[in-house]
């Protein structure tokens, strides 16, 4: 079984055409969509959704108002400014505050300084990621949620299920939609893979991106 990933130095160069052009030609193969950050491998293969799961990447904070007592030490010490003053600054009884969730970054300093103990550190929910049917095989894809991080997390979880399912179906060759760019999904993407297909177009920006992203798989 060999894997081939087919990845781009800049996103519109064609590299989710090319996958589904493969799809239709290969028989016994399973399809990874790693594009989690703008998944579009779907739009062509229709693919009929057989199990959803969600994805945790990671952790935030959350303040139980019932328990916070409108010291504002959390807000003091947030770089990321995601901690807000909720109701009244003079109400004693209402002044507490909340975590923005999409500013937070889980670093979990409020968690340790609140000298009441009001602020959870929870599991949080990034994304969904599933396992589908094509009329060309297998599928397994993601969606991740707006603003959220941990793609490259995703991915490796993408690649491991479709490795499992190829392993029990006996398949022959997983093919993959990677992510443009050379980032942390891309890096995912690639890590480990027997092929790589780099897509790029004529122009001198695709050039330069190719140069890079081919830099990254050498």
Known sequence: MKELVVISGKGGTGKTSIVAAFASLVKNAVFADCDVDAADLHLVLEPKIMQKSDFSGGKRAAIVAEKCSGCGKCQELCRFDAIHLNGEGNNVVDKTFTVDSIACEGC?????FCPVDAIEFNDCINGQWF??????????????GIAEEN????VTLIRKEAKRIATEEEKDLIIIDGSPGIGCPVIASITGA??????T????SGKHDLGRVADLTA
């Open 108 to 112: 979990k300093v409020c968690v340790e």
């Open 131 to 144: 396992i589908s049917d094509t009329r060309f095989g297998p599928m397994v894809h993601a969606k991740l």
């Open 151 to 154: 793609s490259g997390k995703l």
């Open 194 to 199: 027997e092929l790589v297909l780099i897509i």
């Open 201 to 204: 177009e004529p122009t001198l």
